[in-house]
Every structure is written in structure tokens, then in C-alpha cells.
């Protein structure tokens, strides 16, 4: 067992772990952090993305020991949960951008990213081409596509950005 | 319409707990004490098993039992079974071989499960059960269907010779040889309807609990129909009793057919949950979910379709053997026979049709329902054959279309099946209006000046749905009938809660079954709440595939909302002190006919409850009724979709570059939701064209057994839609809904592979017309442009 | 995955004394290679070395004609380093190919080289660039480093610190991607500097990344598509699977090179 500290969705968290868990394993077990998923076992589908020190990262390809000292964020500390939606959140709703609902958390949170890197004008070709990390079976993607380009207007002047950016 | 009822894109009330990562899935629960199982599985496609040695791997840190199939056996537990008799042309039922949650004697397929670990942590039970030893004695496999029953073959059940579990027919074979030789023109083809790997997002996943003070067992299962699980596991397994046994399918991440099926993981979770004496979960990594999750489609047909000087079809005459893999799946008969020969009609007035289905056993994973079930495979045949008809007949295939539909409604098939309403001159009309389809030739013109060949192609597809008349399927051999239930639960405050069979998994039914119920009641959809997926909470349920929750589902909450309106009438009635018949109901309100007095739906829902102003001799307390409803047809949801490719000939890649979906689904609750539908059944089906190939090298292992090898459709493999519908209403159920679930995925393939012939010019590609296949087919041809 | 022991050592020398006590150790940098086949069961290194901590490994720098890129350093960083933008606009563009963005944010250039991934696409960047492989030891050139499908030169207990490129007068890379994994089905990589020209081909070969010599020649007379075409290679040596037969991927090495060479030389091809 080792020790790791970190922060994750504000609050700093330190937790004895067996060197091969996972970030994402961190997150479900021992925080019951259920929000990140885990759909493939291959690195590729995207369900597991959380930001880490405000980048889209895939939980389930980093070692909860090699974040020793970092900022987490996961879909649940998106938005405060007595608080608004993120505008992120809002346009999937507002889009029906999902089904099912399991890619949802990693697609809102690469979606976040993508908004942080390539600004509040997002046209479907880039949106499109920047979610070749997140598979969904069930939307055939039209309404998040359609979500993400409404999000991110929608984050333009709102000061909702990735809190582990700031 | 209000701007929640029926008709409204209303938001989806269930939204809030999936994007902010509150929602709770199978693996998301946990249980005191819970222990992880690992599932040792068979690395070969057929071997006998000679020998497990457990002993050392039940000394490993945190072991709490290592299982054999062997004591699996021993248990005297039952079999899983297939639910649907089909009967060979001979009359003799279909050889359904022994399928035990554990193999014990010998593995049929990669991935047949042959012991488990249970141990504290997942970590913990796999190193474990590198310590099991398993002794194999590989045998010869068998992988491709068109060899499976050939002399020779190795035989995988003994109780099915030559690997076969039936030869099945439909249809006038005298007739349809006759239209075939008396034709003017016929088209034949060959093809192979590829088999898929259904890959919900969420991977399948079990908790099972045992309570040995009460003596029952509860089930989390991520699936598509708690009840039926429950019945299997129950009465043919015999794990507990029925009353013994709570199923409980929390929030489920998609299915699209691979989580109706009772598997062998849940049955063993329950039998180990009991053996340790702790809660056990299991969760499918995703190279697991390839090698166990019951695949799709998997057919190798030829057909024939006959015209006349006129171009009118004459007859059809179709040759199909279907793959079941190494055991039949829970619904798995009835996919290539009642849910494939009988909409082998399609669109189309065919005098005579007749199709022969040989499904055998392979050394693969079982082939069961995925999204269209049949469907999407009869409409494969028929469009493809129709499209190829016409160019052979240099005729335009809109109207070769045109000139065969099915006008008047009803209309009887030659394949049992009977059109109840339609109008597929309108979906054809809106769908080429739409896309522009006289503007086609000028758009191929500009592709071309890009050294790019594009292609246009149709479907006009149609789908048997709501699922089913019971006492038709009673016939044709299935076990179960397929009403579906509800029950409307008044509190005393207003407020409703909605208790139905159906399971959601991405449909929506938290909302579409609110807006139904708040719609009837005049309630604002928060009022209403949908309970779904307990067998605890909820009566007995058939479940959610086969696009049946609309047009079955909420029929039965219409009849339940019908027998709470009779009774609240009654109680108002009392209320008002007027003549019952006096009473009527609208918008929220009690009135009497012709005067102002009246009461809200609270205060009858109330009264109910208090019970002092009515006699309770007469009127029992309360405001709750329950419902079955069975339907008196299949509905028919029919439309045209229309798929655009460029191909890039240098590299043979295809590009879907538009795509026009116009469909009739009858009645729309939520047009937001229906469209979704379509989106995502077009994606699967696009999948299925371009992309996604299941492949099995000739020893049976699966060679495309992970993401890094089976390409799921991206978001950028894929272009927006344009998505329309028209409406004929459904004339056999309340609401006039068909169901919108499976069209996409039906009429999608057959578009897409339309639209790449008519671009490559031949007929000759199978599916998925990857780019290597696609410049393959252009390499052979010599068709290959001269490198720019 | 099996277990292991974890060391975040600070310094390279460190993680040079930990390699080397330790003959099955591996070291782990982005992960994103290691990890995915340490959690299926396909490796199992009794100790990890991360080298997140050790000082010096990332940053991107020019010094007169060549770019360095420090081991550590990751694919989203290149993509979007204005120094490698400039310097090296098609080695920048390369880097934002790589995978999905998640995967750029954590995959780095010392292990995407240290791999060697017979599809990757920086073997074919340093290969086409005619890059050099700093190490803790020493330094290798491209053309000696990559030795076939996941193998390289390296000895053991032997870190990559920077890769060197030179910087070229034209460059481009044109990738074909597999479906499924969207690695490269077949990756071509074109440089003109002075008069050597690099072809370096990814994906195609079954042992590894290779040039064209033959390209490179026909490149030579004149540096434009026109001089590839109908063009191919051979099939033999070529992969053959379920993404592609040798055949096709033989076609596509010369329909790549020739839109790589158009790209380099800011022309469209087809
Ligand atoms: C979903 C997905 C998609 C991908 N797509 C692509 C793609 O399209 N193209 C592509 O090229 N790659 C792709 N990759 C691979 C990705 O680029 C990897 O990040 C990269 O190949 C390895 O880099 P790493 O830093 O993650 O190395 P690690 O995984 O940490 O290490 C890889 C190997 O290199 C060794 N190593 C690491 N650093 C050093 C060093 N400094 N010196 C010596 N040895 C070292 C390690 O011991 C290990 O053996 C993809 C990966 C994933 C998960
Ligand atoms: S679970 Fe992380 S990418 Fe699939
Ligand atoms: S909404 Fe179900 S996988 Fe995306």
C-alpha cells in the first residue's frame, strides 16, 4: 500500500491505495465518485474522462500514485451541487445530446475541455474531430454535437470554465 | 397540446441525475461485505475440459471459493434456455442443446465460462485465477455457417446432428419457383449480413445478495427486463423460487437488444452470492463483453426477386442460413424465422414469397437480437434487391419503388404479416423532396471534378413492432406472451406515480410516460413520477426491446388511466352530488355538465382517500388501478431513408455525406426523443455498413475482440441528419403510436450499401464496405484512376 | 494488472541506478502505451519508474537549424508549442494526430520513440526528419534506432532525455487511419533539407517503420507529386490483417507520399 494526496472537486483527499489502482478506481471505490465511468479497457471510449489540473484526462489510464499533489475534477464538482448547472450540463438537457446516459459524464467533461482550447465558437467539423476519444452507442452523436456548440456559446460570459483551470 | 403533453419535445425529466454523474448503475452499488468474481473462460472455441485444479488458487490472499462447472452441475441446477419453439419444415421441433451457466465436460466458444473466483477484490481474484489450472484437450472448431452443417464439420451437441437446430420455411414454394420462371427479369444476389457486436456503453453487470434469514436472493442486473430475468432464473434455472428471487435493473447504459437475455454471469453471481455467503459483483471488462454479450445478425442469404415486363415484382424467393453460435440465446430462434421471413414483403405488394431459414450452431458466442432483430436483415434483402432490380432494369429506383407499394391498408402479405395502415408514397415524396434528390446528378458532377465517386441510396424499409398479440406468438412458438402491464397510483395529494413493465435504457419513458399520464390528468409532468425495474415494486412485466414500450406500454397505462378516470368520475360524482353520467372530465377538472360546479383532480384524488362522502360499500377507498394490455396486431412503422456517399477512390474510403430520414411512426409523444431514435439507430446501422466487422479466424478465437480492432462508429464517421417524419396512426392500439426504436438501424444499412454500389458501379461488396474492401472491389475492377 | 512497486524518482540519475538494479523495471512516462497492456495482463513489471518528477525531461526548444523536444514532453505541448509551430510546422501538426485529446494531454515523445509502436507516428517523424535520440548514455541517430516492431536500440537501464530534429526546408505527413484504433493504417512522412530528401513510412511495414529509398531518389530530380506517380512498393514485407491486406497498404504508401509531398509543397494533391 502507498499513500497519495490530492484534491478532487475542491476538497483535498488522501487515501492508503495498492500501487495499481487507478485514477478512475480511486475515484468509484474509494471516493464513491460513481459519475466517471468505465466503458472500454482499451483507453478509447471515453467514458472515464475527469480533468486533471484542468486537462481532459482518461481516469482509467493513470495511477492514482502518479497524481501526488494534483487538482482533480470529476462531473460531480462540475457544477456546486446546490447550485446551477454548468452551461454544459444545461445544453446536453436542453439538446437531448443523451440516452442512455453513460458517456455522458466523459463527454460533458472532454466537452468543457474542448472549450477551454479552442474557444466558444465551435463549428460540428471541430467538434466532431476533437470527440475521436469519447464513443457513444446510443445518440449517434447528432445532439452532442449540437449540445457542445451550444454550451460553449452558452459558457462565452457566463465565467463557468473547468474550476481546476482557474 | 399543452407544452408538456402528448406531441411536446418535452426535456427529459431523468437528464439531471446522468449529467451530473448522480445516475445509479449496476456497478455503481455496493453491498456490505461484497466480494468480486472473476469468470476463468475458455481460450479455446472447443475443447473438452479434462481437469480444473483449484487448490492452489484457493490458498491465494482473499479467496472466498474458486467454482468449477463441475460443481456447478452438481448443484442440479437448471439449464438456460431459449424461450421460442420453432419447428423444422418436418414438424420437429428445433434442437435446443443443454446451455449450463458453467460448461462442465467441454467449452463450445472463446469465452464460455468454466470456473469463477471469488475473492475481496477484483485485483485479488484474478491473481487467483492464474493459479487455476484448467486441462484442455482442444478440439476442431467450426466458424463459418455455411460450413457448420456441411459432412465432416466437427459436431458441437450431440443432440443436434450436423450442427443443425432447424430448417424452417415460410411462404408458397410451388407459387414463387412458378413467378420465378415465368418472370421477365430476375435479380439475384448474394450476401453475407455481417455479424456485430452490440457494445452498450455500459458493460453487463451483476450484484447478487443472499439473505439467509429470510432465504431470498436479490439480483442487480444491468437488463433490459427484470421479470422474464427473474421467471427464467426461477423456474427453469431454479435458483430460488419466484417470490424468493427481487430482480432490480437500476439505470442500464444502453442495450439495444444484448441485455434482454439471461446470461450465464447472473446466474452464477446469484449461485456464488449463496455458496460464500456474501454479496457478489461482477462487471464485464470490455474484452469480456465481445466474448460473452450475444452478438447480432450473422446470415448468409441468397435471394431471388422476380418482375414482370412492367416491373412489377412477382415474387420473391429467399435462402438464408443463420449462425446461433455455440448456444441459443434467450429469444435467439425467432430472430432470422417471425422476426425476419414475415417482413420479407416490405413495402411491396409480392404476390409470392417464400423463404427457407437453416440456423445452425458454431463455435462462436451466441447470435442473438440486436437493434432490429430480423428486421433490418429482411430489409437488407428486399432493398438491396429492389435497388440492384432497378438498375438492372435501367429503371429509376424511386420509382420501381413507386410503381410496387403497398397502396390499400389493410393488407395481407404473402408473409403473414398484415399491413394495418401506411402511406409510402408520402415518406418517399417528403424524403426526396428533402434531400433534393433531383440536384443529385449535379452533385455527382462535382465530386467527380474532385477525382471523388458518389453514390445515392435508398430504403424504404417498414418493421413489425409492439411486440406482440400474446395468443399470435402463442402460436408460432413463443413462451411467454408479450402484453405489457401498469398500474396508475393516485396519492391523496394528486400526484401519480406510474408502475410499468417496461425498462428504460436510454429511451426516455421517465418523461414520455409522464407526459402521457400528465397530459390524461391535466398534472404538470413533476407530478408524475415512472417506476420501472423491480420486481419488487412493480407487477409482473414483459420489458423493453422490440420498439414495443410505446405502442404496448403505454397502452396499458391508457387503460389504467381509462379505470382511474371511471372511478374518480364515480367519487366526483359523490363529491358534486350529481348523477355520475352528469360528470366530465377535462383539463384537471371534475365538472357538472352544464353548471359551473366542479372539482380539481386533487381534491377527487383526496376525497378519494378520506373516503367520507362517498359509501365505501359501493366504491372501495382509494384511487389505484392496474392494467395488461395485449395488443391485436403488430404495428408497422415504415419510412424512406435516404443515404449520400463520396469515395475517395485512391484510398477506398466512403464518406456518408447526407442522410434523409423521413418516417412514420404513427402517433409522436416526444418528437425530441423519436428523433434521438433515429439518430442513434442510424448510427448502429451505418456502423454496420462502413465499419464494424466482427471477425473470427478459422480456429474460433475473435480476432477483433477489443476497440483497437472492432471500429465503433465516431463522431466524425458520421454527418447530421435531417430527420422528418409523416403520420398514418396506428389503428390497433389507443394512441396510434408504432414505435420509433429500431428504424434507424433497419433501414440504414441497406441505404448505405445502396448508395456505395450505386457509386462503385457493381453489387459485389459485402458489408462492412470498409476502405480496403471498397478499393479491393475498384483494384479487381481496374477501375482505379490514374494517380494524379 | 500484477503488482508492482512505484518509484517517483527526482533526478535521471536516480531513475538510471533504479533501472539498472532492477533488469525487469520499467519506466513510465505518459502511461499510455504501458498501461493499457499492464492492465490486460500483458505486462507485468515488478517495479515502475515514473519519470513525471525527474527534472529537465520536458520543454521544446530551438537552437540554430534543429528543435529538441524533451522526453517528457507531451503530444499536446508540441502540437501547440509556438516554437515547434514555427520551426517545425509539420512535426507540430504530427503531434495533434496523435490519439484524442485526453491522450495528447498525457502521452509523451520518449515514450511513443521508446515503444515504437509499429503504427505510430512519431517513429515516422524522426525517421523522415533524419532525427537524433538523446539518451542518458549517449546519442543515437534515427536511421540506427528504430530496429523493428517494438524494438529500438536502447540498451537497458538506457533513457531517452530529448530527440534532436533538424529542421527542414519542406515537410509533411499524411496519416490513414485505422478505424478502429486510429493508430496509423499507413503514415507517410516526407522531408526535403538541402538535398536529402526522407521518406519515412509507418504502419505499412511488418517490421516497423521504414523509408523509401526509391521515393527518395524520384524525389530528388524534382521535389513534387508528379515525380511519385505510379509509383508504388512492393507488397512483400508488407503487414497483412484483418485492417488491410499487404497489397493495399503497399497502394497507400504511394498514394500517401505523393499528398504528403503535395501537402510539403503547399499544393492539394488528388
Ligand atoms: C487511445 C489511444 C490512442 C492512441 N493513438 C495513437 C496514435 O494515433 N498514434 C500514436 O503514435 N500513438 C498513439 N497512442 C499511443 C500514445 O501516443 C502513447 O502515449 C505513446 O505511444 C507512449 O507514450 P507514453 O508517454 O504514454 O509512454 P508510456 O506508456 O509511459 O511508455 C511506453 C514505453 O516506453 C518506455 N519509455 C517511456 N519513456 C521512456 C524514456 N524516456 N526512455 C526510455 N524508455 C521510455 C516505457 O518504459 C514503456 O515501455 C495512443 C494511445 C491511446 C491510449
Ligand atoms: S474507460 Fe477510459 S477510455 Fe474507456
Ligand atoms: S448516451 Fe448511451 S452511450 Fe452515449
Given at each position: 500500500m502507498a499513500a497519495v494526496s490530492l484534491t478532487v472537486n475542491g476538497k483535498p483527499v488522501t487515501a492508503d491505495v495498492d500501487p495499481r489502482t487507478l485514477l478512475v478506481q480511486l475515484l468509484r471505490e474509494h471516493l464513491r465518485l460513481t459519475g466517471t465511468h468505465v466503458g472500454c479497457d482499451t483507453s478509447q471510449c471515453g467514458a472515464c474522462v475527469v480533468h486533471v489540473n484542468g486537462k481532459a484526462t482518461k481516469s482509467c489510464t493513470v495511477l492514482a500514485l502518479q497524481l501526488e499533489g494534483a487538482n482533480v475534477l470529476t462531473i460531480e464538482g462540475l457544477a456546486a451541487a446546490d447550485g446551477p448547472l454548468h452551461p454544459m450540463q444545461e445544453a446536453f438537457r436542453e439538446n437531448h445530446g443523451l440516452q442512455c446516459g453513460y458517456c455522458t459524464p466523459g463527454m460533458i467533461m472532454t466537452a468543457v475541455d474542448i472549450v477551454r482550447r479552442k474557444g466558444n465558437d465551435l463549428d460540428d467539423h471541430t467538434i466532431r474531430e476533437e470527440l475521436e476519444g469519447n464513443i457513444c452507442r446510443c445518440t449517434g452523436y447528432h445532439n452532442i454535437v449540437k449540445a457542445i456548440a451550444a454550451g460553449a456559446r452558452a459558457m462565452r460570459g457566463s465565467g463557468a470554465t473547468s474550476r481546476a483551470a482557474e | 397540446m399543452s407544452v408538456t403533453g402528448i406531441g411536446a419535445a418535452v426535456r427529459r425529466k431523468e437528464d439531471r441525475r446522468f449529467i451530473t454523474g448522480t445516475g445509479h448503475y449496476t456497478d455503481d452499488i455496493n453491498r456490505p461485505g461484497q466480494a468480486s468474481i472473476y469468470f476463468i473462460r475458455s481460450p479455446h472455441a472447443h475443447a473438452k475440459i479434462k481437469k480444473i485444479d483449484t487448490h492452489e488458487a484457493a490458498r491465494m490472499p482473499g479467496v472466498a471459493g474458486v467454482f468449477t462447472g463441475e460443481q456447478f452441475a452438481q448443484d442440479k441446477l437448471g439449464n438456460l434456455i431459449c424461450g421460442w419453439t420453432v419447428l423444422s419444415k418436418d414438424g420437429s421441433p428445433m434442437k435446443m442443446a443443454p446451455h449450463a451457466a458453467l460448461a462442465a465436460g467441454k467449452a463450445n466458444h472463446v469465452g464460455d465460462a468454466v470456473a469463477v473466483v471469488i475473492a475481496d477484490t477484483l485485483a485479488q481474484a484474478k491473481d487467483a485465477a492464474e493459479k487455476v489450472v484448467v486441462d484442455y484437450e482442444p478440439l476442431p472448431a467450426v466458424v463459418d455457417p455455411a460450413k457448420a452443417a456441411a459432412k465432416g464439420a466437427p459436431l458441437i451437441h450431440e443432440s443436434a446432428p450436423n450442427n443443425t437446430i432447424y430448417n424452417w420455411h415460410l411462404g408458397d414454394a410451388d407459387a414463387t419457383n412458378a413467378a420465378l420462371k415465368n418472370a421477365k427479369h430476375v435479380t439475384t444476389l448474394e450476401f453475407i449480413n455481417n455479424r456485430l457486436v452490440p457494445n452498450a456503453m455500459e458493460p453487463r453487470a451483476a450484484l447478487a445478495e443472499y439473505d439467509a434469514a429470510s432465504g431470498s436472493l436479490t439480483l442487480w442486473n444491468a437488463t433490459q427486463n427484470p421479470h422474464v430475468a427473474r421467471l427464467v432464473i426461477a423456474a427453469f434455472v431454479g435458483m430460488a423460487p419466484e417470490n424468493k428471487l427481487r430482480v432490480i435493473?437500476?439505470?442500464?447504459?444502453?442495450?439495444?437488444?444484448?441485455?434482454?437475455?439471461?446470461?450465464?454471469?447472473?446466474?452464477?453471481?446469484?449461485?456464488?452470492?449463496?455458496?460464500?455467503?456474501?454479496?457478489?459483483?461482477?462487471?464485464?471488462?470490455?474484452?469480456?463483453?465481445?466474448?460473452?454479450?450475444?452478438?447480432?445478425?450473422?446470415?448468409?442469404?441468397?435471394?431471388?426477386?422476380?418482375?414482370?415486363?412492367?416491373?412489377?415484382?412477382?415474387?420473391?424467393?429467399?435462402?438464408?442460413?443463420?449462425?446461433?453460435?455455440?448456444?441459443?440465446?434467450?429469444?435467439?430462434?425467432?430472430?432470422?424465422?417471425?422476426?425476419?421471413?414475415?417482413?420479407?414483403?416490405?413495402?411491396?405488394e409480392i404476390p409470392h414469397i417464400y423463404c427457407e431459414v437453416d440456423a445452425v450452431y458454431t463455435n462462436t458466442v451466441p447470435v442473438d437480437a440486436y437493434r432490429g432483430a430480423g428486421r433490418p436483415e429482411a430489409t437488407f434483402v428486399v432493398e438491396r434487391l429492389v435497388e440492384a432490380g432497378a438498375r438492372e432494369l435501367g429503371v429509376d429506383p424511386a420509382v420501381l419503388r413507386q410503381k410496387n407499394f403497398v397502396k390499400k391498408f389493410p393488407y395481407q402479405t404473402s408473409v403473414a404479416s398484415l399491413y394495418d395502415a401506411g402511406d409510402y408514397h408520402a415518406s418517399l415524396a417528403k424524403a426526396l423532396e428533402i434531400h433534393d434528390y433531383k440536384g443529385f446528378a449535379k452533385r455527382k458532377r462535382e465530386s467527380e471534378r474532385n477525382g471523388k465517386l458518389r453514390g445515392i441510396g435508398f430504403a424504404t424499409y417498414i418493421e413489425a413492432c409492439g411486440v406482440a398479440p400474446s395468443a399470435l406468438v402463442g402460436q408460432l412458438g413463443a413462451g411467454v406472451g408479450l402484453w405489457e402491464s401498469a398500474e396508475v397510483r393516485v396519492n391523496p395529494t394528486g400526484s401519480v406515480e406510474v408502475l410499468t413493465g417496461c425498462h428504460q435504457h436510454g429511451q426516455g419513458h421517465e418523461t414520455t410516460f409522464a407526459q402521457l399520464v400528465a397530459d390524461r390528468l391535466g398534472l404538470s409532468i413533476d407530478q408524475v413520477n415512472v417506476l420501472h425495474g423491480d420486481t419488487d415494486?412493480?407487477?409482473?412485466?414483459?420489458?423493453?426491446?422490440?420498439?414495443?414500450?410505446?405502442?404496448?406500454?403505454?397502452?396499458?397505462?391508457?387503460?389504467?388511466?381509462?379505470?382511474?378516470?371511471?372511478?374518480?368520475?364515480?367519487?366526483?360524482?359523490?363529491?358534486?352530488?350529481?348523477?355520475?353520467?352528469?360528470?366530465?372530465?377535462?383539463?384537471?377538472?371534475?365538472?357538472?355538465?352544464?353548471?359551473?360546479?366542479?372539482?380539481?383532480?386533487?381534491?377527487?384524488?383526496?376525497?378519494?382517500?378520506?373516503?367520507?362522502?362517498?359509501?365505501?360499500?359501493?366504491?372501495?377507498?382509494?384511487?389505484?388501478?392496474?392494467?395488461?394490455?395485449?395488443?391485436?396486431?403488430?404495428?408497422?412503422?415504415?419510412?424512406c431513408h435516404i443515404c449520400e456517399v463520396e469515395i475517395d477512390p485512391e484510398t477506398g474510403e466512403a464518406t456518408v455525406v447526407s442522410w434523409t430520414a423521413v418516417d412514420d411512426f404513427g402517433t409522436v409523444i416526444n418528437p425530441m426523443i423519436v428523433e434521438g431514435q433515429v439518430h442513434g439507430g442510424v448510427a448502429q446501422g451505418v456502423g454496420q455498413a462502413l465499419l464494424e466487422h466482427t471477425v473470427y479466424d478459422d480456429k474460433g478465437q475473435l480476432v477483433s475482440g477489443s476497440y483497437m480492432d472492432y471500429a465503433m462508429p465516431r463522431a466524425d464517421n458520421l454527418p447530421s441528419f435531417h430527420v422528418d417524419t409523416t403520420v398514418t396512426k396506428c389503428p390497433s392500439n389507443p394512441l396510434g403510436i408504432k414505435g420509433c426504436g429500431e428504424a434507424g438501424a433497419i433501414a440504414a444499412p441497406a441505404a448505405v450499401m445502396n448508395a456505395i454500389t450505386n457509386a462503385l458501379g457493381t453489387e459485389l461488396i459485402d458489408m462492412p464496405a470498409t476502405a480496403p474492401a471498397i478499393w479491393a472491389v475498384l483494384h479487381k475492377a481496374n477501375k482505379m484512376p490514374r494517380a494524379a | 494488472m500484477y503488482a508492482f512497486t512505484f518509484h517517483r524518482p527526482q533526478t535521471l540519475r536516480q531513475a538510471a541506478s533504479l533501472l539498472a538494479k532492477n533488469e525487469e523495471a520499467k519506466l513510465l512516462a505518459g502511461g499510455h502505451s504501458l498501461l493499457p497492456t499492464m492492465k490486460l495482463r500483458l505486462a507485468g513489471p515488478p517495479q515502475l519508474i515514473d519519470l513525471s518528477l525527474v527534472e529537465g525531461l520536458a520543454g521544446i526548444e530551438q537552437s540554430g537549424r534543429s528543435l529538441t523536444i524533451g522526453a517528457m514532453t507531451r503530444h499536446n505541448d508540441v502540437n501547440t508549442s509556438p516554437v515547434a509551430q514555427q520551426a517545425i510546422p509539420a512535426l507540430a501538426k504530427v503531434a495533434g494526430m496523435i490519439g484524442d485529446p485526453a491522450v495528447r494531454h498525457m502521452g509523451t515523445i520518449g515514450g511513443s520513440i521508446a515503444n515504437n509502436d509499429p503504427n505510430a507516428d512519431y517513429p515516422a517523424v524522426c525517421l523522415g526528419l533524419g532525427a537524433t535520440i538523446i539518451t542518458n548514455k549517449r546519442r543515437i541517430k534515427a536511421d540506427d534506432f528504430f530496429t523493428g516492431m517494438f524494438s529500438t536500440a536502447l540498451e537497458p537501464a538506457e533513457i531517452i532525455t530529448k530527440v534532436s530534429f533538424p529542421i527542414p526546408k519542406k515537410a509533411a505527413y499524411q496519416k490513414f487511419r485505422n478505424q478502429a484504433s486510429r493508430f496509423a493504417l499507413v503514415g507517410v512522412f516526407v522531408s526535403k533539407r538541402g538535398s536529402e530528401i526522407r521518406v519515412a513510412v509507418t504502419g505499412a511495414g511488418s517490421n516497423g517503420v521504414f523509408r523509401v529509398t526509391s521515393f527518395e531518389e524520384a524525389l530528388k530530380k524534382r521535389f513534387s507529386p508528379k515525380s511519385l506517380e505510379g509509383m508504388s512498393i512492393p507488397a512483400d514485407g508488407m503487414n497483412s490483417d484483418i485492417h488491410g491486406s499487404a497489397e493495399y497498404r503497399a497502394h497507400l504508401v504511394g498514394v500517401l507520399a505523393r499528398r504528403a509531398v503535395a501537402e510539403a509543397i503547399g499544393k492539394s494533391a488528388a
Open positions: - | 435493473a437500476p439505470d442500464v447504459g444502453g442495450g439495444f437488444g444484448s441485455k434482454i437475455f439471461i446470461y450465464p454471469e447472473e446466474v452464477v453471481c446469484l449461485w456464488a452470492a449463496r455458496k460464500v455467503g456474501r454479496p457478489v459483483k461482477w462487471t464485464a471488462e470490455r474484452s469480456e463483453s465481445f466474448i460473452t454479450d450475444a452478438h447480432g445478425r450473422d446470415h448468409v442469404t441468397k435471394a431471388q426477386m422476380a418482375f414482370d415486363g412492367e416491373g412489377k415484382i412477382t415474387g420473391l424467393k429467399v435462402h438464408t442460413t443463420a449462425n446461433l453460435g455455440a448456444y441459443m440465446s434467450t429469444f435467439s430462434s425467432a430472430v432470422p424465422t417471425f422476426l425476419y421471413a414475415t417482413l420479407l414483403s416490405g413495402q411491396y415494486t412493480v407487477q409482473f412485466g414483459m420489458g423493453t426491446y422490440g420498439s414495443r414500450s410505446g405502442a404496448v406500454g403505454m397502452s396499458a397505462i391508457v387503460k389504467a388511466l381509462d379505470k382511474v378516470e371511471a372511478k374518480a368520475k364515480k367519487i366526483a360524482a359523490h363529491l358534486l352530488e350529481a348523477a355520475e353520467g352528469d360528470i366530465v372530465f377535462k383539463d384537471g377538472k371534475f365538472t357538472v355538465a352544464g353548471t359551473d360546479k366542479s372539482a380539481a383532480w386533487g381534491e377527487v384524488a383526496l376525497g378519494a382517500y378520506v373516503a367520507h362522502k362517498f359509501p365505501t360499500s359501493e366504491i372501495e377507498p382509494g384511487l389505484k388501478e392496474g392494467a395488461f394490455y395485449d395488443p391485436t396486431n403488430f404495428t408497422f412503422p415504415a419510412g | -
